[in-house]
């Protein structure tokens, strides 16, 4: 490596799939230092979020620390922080604690939750983005089943033993499988006034179908599956406010004490801090090679980013997408330090997935569709090989066979002092 003076310095925000994929592929490289920002000291692997969020997996089983993931680059600098201004003409970023210079500056800082302008909803109906969200999630899912047992009439304990789902993509629909498996097989036998199987889970989807990202036939089939193992759904029905009484559609109001967000999200607002246009949701619409026309030397990558595909459409904030885009970033630093063209990016499509339930799961790959245990062992395989860490991976594996042979489910913490904050 060549000494600090005249390496090229990148600075890149966000550790998730886009940035630690950048700064993998960059590390030890001659005539180049890195430094790495994030908020969190560790690497998020939020597909498996909801796992956390129904008891499955702890925290620590879907987060590795960053500083071990890129402990073996002596060119890569962490620092844990989080940007709050960004000055693209002067080249530097602004953190709570000091101002960062770069050369090339990569930003993959992701997407949170969106509630379409009723932020005032979240109190009552947490979204999942984070493990402090999921694990809220967790408090509230096995709080209610403990009030339950606490209430004599069958009316109050009905409020507590029901649970909506807003939003029926794959994070609902997973969501929904879980809080039915929870309900219908971990908790049965457990409590002795209440019988968790009268528990009512409610899907509620704004469109004809769920996983509308599907094919209609393996949409179907999913609905279908949810629908066996318990899960009402509902379609077509807009959520006109929620309460802590419940949810209401229209002026209907379905009684429950648990709300979970699946509904929207939106772009990290740290976008707005480079000055350059944003599309209607306010990702940061880029070059084909992935860097903003009017500042060549910044890239923007991973959910955050508009980037068009093949057919003129913007690609989708998905894990894969964003692994791409961060070593083809990579790539592209590297072309321009050697004064070469950049390349375009070109997202190659491995297809989509999501799981419904035990042996339940869709999947689409160029056309070939497959579904149930075959399905379900893929999105299982998958899974692991992008988990980080063996350690993660091991623990992950031996927690899924043990449910799947009993339907345990390992991480069944209340945790909060205050357990009770979703009662009346
Ligand atoms: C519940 C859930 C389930 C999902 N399931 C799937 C799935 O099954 N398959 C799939 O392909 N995709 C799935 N996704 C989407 C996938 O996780 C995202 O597309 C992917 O994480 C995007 O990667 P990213 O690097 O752009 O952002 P992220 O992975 O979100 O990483 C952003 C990073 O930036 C950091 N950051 C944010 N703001 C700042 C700041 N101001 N300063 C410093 N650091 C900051 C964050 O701490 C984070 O580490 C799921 C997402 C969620 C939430």
Known sequence: MKNKSTSAHIVIVGAGFAGINTAKKLG??????????????YHLFQPLLYQVAMAGLSPAEIASPIRSILAKYDNIEINLGEVIAINPEEKFIETEFKKISFDYLVLACGASHSYFGRNEWEQFAPGMKTIEQATEIRRRVLTAFEIAEQLDSEKDQEKYLTFIVVGGGPTGVELSGSLCEIAY???NNEFKKID?????????????????????????????DLEQIGATIILNKRVDKISADGVWLGETL??????IWAAGVQPSKTGKYLNTPLDSVGRVIVEDSLNIKKYPYIFVIGDQSHCKDKFNKPLPGLAPVAIQQGIHTAKNICRALNKKDLLPFIYFDKGTMATIGKGRAISEYSGIKM???IAWLAWLFVHILYLIGFRNKFFVLCQWIWSYLTFGRGARLITKQDWRSNSD
């Open 254 to 259: 379905i009684p429950a004490k648990t709300v």
């Open 196 to 224: 968790p199987k009268k528990t009512k889970v409610i899907l509620i989807e704004a469109g004809q179908r769920i996983l509308a990202s599907f094919s209609e036939t393996l949409s179907n089939k999913a609905k279908e």
């Open 28 to 41: 030890n490289l001659a005539g180049i230092r890195i430094t790495i920002l994030d908020k969190n000291n």
């Open 185 to 187: 097989h971990t908790l």
């Open 371 to 373: 579904r149930g245990k």
